[in-house]
């Protein structure tokens, strides 16, 4: 297949390709994706540089675990990627910050980076919370945040026990999906940190 042909194919065939090891494919993603990326990256930290390496990192992310997954909504998950390795040089270079402004062991950075990586996962599950239906949610809240069982729950709102069950099934069902599509961005934030 030539390279014109590559142009012409959509994103779910490229990454089909990608996924096989098609550097071809993968190029051609690049070069679809990169300069709304780096715009993308680039509005939110105002350095060109960063920008550009931030946008490099998602693609070599993508590249490194092109045999793991085919990725079947490709614009959407480098959007995701991208915003995700911004908030986190975000929340990095604020941290960094404060830790200069104070006296800091470096010894104490690895646990500032575990600190930033719990305290974006905490973050990240109260904004899905947040988005569940009324009852769903204060019925997560009360088993989760407030030690409540199941049956004083249910006393609580004056629901049957098994009513909370549900809630409480549907709530946890819609966390673990969420964390689930988030899993490919943590890889990312981890290359991006670590390597």
């Known amino acids: 297949m030539n390279r014109k042909m590559y142009r012409q194919l959509p994103d779910t065939e490229l990454a089909i390709l990608v996924s096989k090891g098609s550097a071809v494919a993968f190029r051609e993603l690049y070069e679809r994706y990169w300069d709304t990326l780096l715009q993308m990256a680039y509005q939110q930290i105002g350095d060109q540089y960063i920008a550009e390496e ?10 490194e675990r ?30 960094r910050k404060e830790l200069l402004s104070s006296n800091f062991s470096p010894h104490s950075i690895q646990d500032d980076e575990a600190f930033l990586e719990a305290r974006f996962l905490e973050e990240f599950i109260d904004r899905v919370v947040d988005s569940l239906p009324e009852k769903c949610r204060d019925v997560f809240q009360k088993s989760r945040y407030e030690g409540l069982a199941i049956p004083e729950i249910a006393c609580q ?39």
């Open 157 to 195: 709102l004056g629901v049957a026990q098994k009513t909370v069950e549900g809630h409480l099934t549907k709530a946890l069902k819609t966390i673990r999906l969420s964390l689930k599509s988030l899993l490919p961005n943590l890889m990312i934030a981890a290359i991006y940190f670590f390597h």
């Open 54 to 63: 931030i946008v490099q990192d998602v693609f070599l992310g993508l590249w």
């Open 66 to 95: 092109r045999h793991e997954h085919i990725i079947q909504q490709v614009r959407h998950y480098l959007a995701k990627a991208v915003k995700f390795a911004v908030f986190k040089h975000i929340l990095r270079e604020k941290r």
